[in-house]
């Protein structure tokens, strides 16, 4: 069983060059990998004779595991699937594959992980809040995904994405306002703020701060200094990080620990979904023979409504 972090369900095509089929994904929030690639057929020759795991601390500069070069799972033929465990502890991963040379193909790939802990609570958070003896660990899967299920639904109730992002997000906002508030917040740093009516934000000058807007970091806020934004749909671009740093993560320079009542919050929902979970239902799909469980969707508690209710986005 295992959460998935991303997929590629779209089939690359694949020659003799490494070729990605997962393009570099965040997975400092994860532990515990396996990669699944599939070989959907096409081409010459059709083996997939090598898969690659590349890791990363920047989503840039590569230094490549090669956990599978020679391994017993490669060549994977046509229209076969293959998987295989691996560690990591950096903050990005990505999946490529190639073929021998003058063969080609094509491929699908999905990337999923056996814990996650970037999240609004943590395993150990609900296993303590459920009474759960630490010998006992068969509902541990299970309560990753209400985890993984509750953030979502948390981030959709609030309007906003309350976790911060460990890369810039690039987002677009309509104008013709004073003010511009951001879905990811306590602002942390700024890269960009770029008004475009064309929608050519590479060649648009970005605006200068303090100068032609300020910063209201916790309320997430982007304050115009000349009036108003430009009029139109769309037309300000903002780069930016924002968002409360996970429970289990360390507070940076600049950052905002979330705060406790989110995280309690997290907590009673998740322990409410994992005591009811034979009422109210688990569905459970297969990716290439691994099982990834999700919970059915049920409406947020009251009380828990009413925590969130203080660190919902209007706009």
């Known amino acids: 069983m295992g959460t998935l972090v991303a997929q590629q369900t779209t089939a690359t095509a694949v020659d003799e060059n490494l070729t990605t089929l997962l393009d570099w994904t965040h997975v400092s929030q ?9 070989n959907t057929g096409g081409g010459t020759g059709n083996n997939l004779t090598d898969v690659h795991i590349d890791e990363s ?32 502890t950096a903050k990005y991963v990505r999946v490529r594959a190639k073929c021998a040379a003058g063969e080609d193909t094509t491929a699908k790939a999905w990337l999923l992980a056996d814990t996650i802990t970037g999240r609004l609570c943590t395993l150990a958070d609900v296993r303590t809040r459920l009474g759960y003896p630490t010998t006992t ?33 690039t987002e677009t906002y309509d104008g013709g306002g004073e003010l511009l508030v951001v879905k990811r917040y306590p602002i942390v740093s700024v890269t960009s703020v770029k008004e475009a009516t064309d929608y050519d934000f590479d060649n648009a000058d970005a605006l200068t701060v303090n100068s032609a ?14 009036g108003r934004f430009i009029t139109g749909a769309d037309v300000v671009q903002v780069v930016y990080t924002g968002g409360y740093v996970a429970p289990s993560d360390t507070v940076g320079t600049g950052e905002t620990a979330l705060p406790d ?12 979904l994992v005591k009811r979970k034979d009422d109210i239902g688990l569905t459970a799909v297969s990716a290439q023979g691994v099982n990834i469980t999700k919970f059915s969707p049920i409406d947020l508690l009251p009380n828990v ?3 969130l209710n203080k660190y919902r986005r209007w706009t």
């Open 213 to 226: 807007y300020r910063l209201m970091e916790e309320k997430g806020i982007i304050a115009s200094l000349n």
């Open 137 to 169: 660990t068969d509902d541990d899967d299970m309560i990753y995904d209400a985890i993984r299920g509750v953030s979502a639904q948390f981030d959709s109730y609030c309007n906003r994405t309350l976790l911060l992002n460990a890369t810039a997000a």
């Open 57 to 88: 601390t920047d989503g840039g500069t590569t230094n490549s595991l090669d956990q599978v070069d020679g391994a017993t799972v490669v060549p994977i033929a046509a229209p076969f699937s293959a998987h295989l465990a691996f560690a990591s």
């Open 30 to 38: 994860f532990s515990g990998f396996r990669w699944v690639v599939e």
């Open 261 to 272: 009542d989110i995280r309690e919050a997290a907590i009673e929902q998740v322990s409410f």
């Open 305 to 307: 409504k009413r925590i």
